[in-house]
């Protein structure tokens, strides 16, 4: 599957309602928060933490963590479908999208300012 692929399946079920830019944008926010609180609410049950500054399960291997770890992606595919749809009412493709943004990192790592440049 393609990220353009993906773009078109996911926007077959995309409401007449939502295909606009204020709900794309709105709810794309609202998908990232859903992930952020969903990561939150782990840590204050110390069911996950930080550890060398990546995400590490306590409960790593357990039952328990596949359920958190699940959950986790399913957001994440939330953020995507959101992400692929504010790209749709945009006019951009997903891959257009992505291309740009590797080509954008592979002039900074070239020019050797990934790290500090962050604003572009
Ligand atoms: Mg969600």
Redesign the pocket.
Known sequence: MTLNDYQEKAMGTCLPTCDNFSYMMLNLV??VG??AGKVAKAIRKEEIGMHDNKLHAKVYGSPKFQWIDHDLM??A???LWQLSGLCKVMGWSLEDVAQGNLDKLAARKAEGTIITHSDH
């Open positions: 609202g998908e859903e992930l399913s957001e595919g939330d953020i």
